[in-house]
């Protein structure tokens, strides 16, 4: 048995059998099959083989006849390796007595082989090993294509461990299969744990070794709540766990009294509570957890694992659904925010956004103004179904912002003079999640009827930190004292101007912080759906004159850890049946 700590990212806990994922290369999918259809296995195994050897020998005679025998030698090595008894026997072999597909089995066999050889102090032989695994990635791309298949097509429960999980990667999951996941790296603001809280997958990232630690098969206890991974666990652990489960949902129902119940302090002051989505599946449980509206829809989740981008009525429909289904309440879509570091990396994009690699989001808009444009004509037309504001990510410089009013001034010429009916009074908003944001915002302020601060970015763009790896580079800290001041300056810039804030980064879903942004006057919090009953709870056990009082002293204080060390103790005063998740 051995327990590692980590952060927990997504609550639950889940006990079940380890799917490792390599980490690079295709995605292996594992099935079990009968005896009676071991033959057929085999036989499709022997296709993809001489397949591979067939186009070992094309590339062979090409390179030869082309650049010269001598160069044509690697290719007869890797002739050898498809002639090697050990391996292709083995496979088949193994394929018999498991009774499992090939590929499963195939990369088992040569990973083993590999590994041996790569061991040897012996120049050649290390070579050979990555002749084996080079052809290995031929024969297997015959079997099952070359690109990274979703993890849909895992067919039995099994909790998921890899190094890291890219946002495609979880969009992909699905409850039924996925008990839950684990990582070596990843932190709470990254987009592969918000989608986990989003599909409710219990999750724990930043385990640093555990693909390490796990072999195939292990049976694994995944705590999201507490952050921990226990592998191989004795029974008297097993029972354990097996309580805590049933304590968390007792704790998690014990919630749901606060769902109808408004977002207010104790003595009144409202705040508005909403939720953030990234997939329209998310709708039941945003209404069934509370939210009073939806402040933030990630509409890059729309784009992703496609081969053609949305049409504008596929969008529409969508905007449209979720308006409909949210009223009375209103709903904020966020324009696609892809690019540079966001989502490109294992994603599958529309041809149409290759130039997106180069730019993120609001500087792609401007290279392909007609993309966002198709997406805006859909929001102002679906924005007469009900209370429906867009805003942008990313702003940087008012010159994009006022690059965007162009666009969407052009997508109403169009609707108008096509005769389509649309809002004409949509209501816009930027995110603050630069510092130069921030700095501006009295400019921008000017030019939007309201504010998002996107904290998640921000604490990344100003401490020079990560939010995938909170652990590389510079510790990413929310409540650095240089984070609390510049959202104190965007909310007291924007009630000057006399248009609302909202902060929809992970920050905002934290118990222990939502007194601090209450006390410095933030008006709306957004946050993922099973945030919200916590959060009601917090905002409803305490006063404005508390929250301010709490916010003052956090703003004098110099590190991170006093901010978090102080709320966390307040937060226990003030609502101590909240759990306290997270913990640094
Ligand atoms: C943020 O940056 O805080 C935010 C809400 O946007 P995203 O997490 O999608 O980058
Ligand atoms: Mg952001």
């Not at 033959?39 to 499709?44: N, P, Q, S, V, Y």
């Not at 890899?162 to 999951?173: G, I």
């Not at 917090?538 to 978090?564: H, P, Y």
């Amino acid at each position: 048995m051995l327990t590692i700590k980590g952060t927990g990212v997504s609550p639950g806990i889940k006990v079940g059998k380890a799917f490792l994922l390599s980490r690079e290369g295709p995605f292996i999918p594992r099935w079990r099959i009968s005896r009676g259809e071991v033959d057929r296995e085999l036989a499709r195994f022997e296709r993809a083989v001489d397949h591979a050897k067939k186009r070992i020998i094309q590339v062979k005679d090409k390179i030869s006849r082309e650049m010269g025998e001598r160069y044509a030698d690697i290719f007869g090595a890797h002739l050898l390796v498809l002639e090697d008894i050990s391996l292709i026997e083995e496979t088949k072999q193994q394929v018999r007595e498991r009774e499992m597909n090939a590929e499963y089995i195939f990369v088992g066999v040569l990973e083993r082989i590999a590994k041996k050889l790569s061991a040897l102090d012996d120049e050649y032989l290390g070579g050979r090993s990555v002749d084996i695994r080079d052809v290995g990635k031929r024969v297997l791309s015959n079997m099952i294509g070359s690109k990274r298949k979703g993890l849909s097509h895992i067919k039995e429960e099994v909790i998921i461990v890899a190094h890291d999980l890219s946002p495609s990667d979880t969009a992909t999951m699905r409850k039924e299969t996925i008990l839950a996941f684990a990582t070596d790296v990843g932190g709470k603001a990254s987009h592969t744990a918000i989608m986990a809280r989003a599909i409710e997958i219990p999750a724990v990232v930043g385990l640093r070794n555990i693909t390490e630690e796990v072999g195939e098969d292990d049976t694994v206890i995944v705590d999201g709540t507490e952050g921990v991974v226990i592998i191989n666990p004795d029974e008297e652990t097993l029972v354990k766990y097996q309580k805590k489960d049933l304590e968390l949902k007792t704790y998690e129902k014990e919630f749901e009294d606060s769902v109808p119940l408004p977002a207010q302090t104790r003595r009144g002051h409202q705040v508005k509570l909403s939720a953030n989505i990234e997939i329209l599946d998310e709708i039941p449980l945003v209404l069934s957890h509370g939210a009073a509206g939806i402040g933030l829809y990630r509409t890059e989740f729309f784009y992703i694992n496609r081969q053609k981008l949305p049409t504008e009525d596929e969008h529409y429909e969508a905007y449209k659904s979720i308006v409909e289904k949210m009223a009375p309440y209103s709903v904020t879509i966020r324009t696609f925010d892809i690019g540079g570091d966001k989502f490109i990396s294992q994603l599958q994009l529309p041809e149409e956004m290759s130039s997106f690699r180069d730019f993120r989001s609001i500087r792609s808009y401007l290279a392909q103004p007609e993309i966002l444009k198709v997406q805006l004509r859909a929001i102002l037309r679906a924005a007469v179904h009900g209370e429906l504001r867009v805003m942008y990510p990313m702003i940087s410089r008012i010159e994009e912002l006022r690059a965007t009013k162009e666009i969407l001034d052009t997508a109403k010429d169009e609707l108008r003079r096509s005769g389509i009916r649309f809002n004409e009074r949509i209501r816009v908003g930027a995110m603050i999640e630069t510092p130069s944001a921030v700095m501006t915002a009295d400019i921008l302020a000017k030019e939007v009827h309201f504010f998002s601060i996107g904290t998640n970015d921000l604490v990344q763009y100003s401490l020079a930190a990560d939010r995938v790896d909170e652990q590389r580079l510079q510790p990413y800290e929310p409540v650095h004292p240089g984070i609390l001041r510049l959202i104190k300056m965007v909310i007291d810039t924007a009630h000057r101007e006399k248009i609302p804030v909202s902060i929809c980064g992970e920050m905002a879903s934290e118990p222990a912080y939502i007194p601090i942004l209450l006390g410095m006057g933030l008006d709306e919090f957004s946050m993922s759906a099973i945030a919200i009953p916590e959060a009601k709870r917090v905002i409803r056990a305490i006063t404005m004159t508390e929250a301010k009082r709490i916010a003052r002293k956090c703003l004098t204080m110099s590190t991170a850890e006093e901010v978090d060390r102080y709320a966390r103790e307040k937060l226990k005063k003030i609502a101590p049946d909240v759990r306290q998740y997270y913990q640094r």
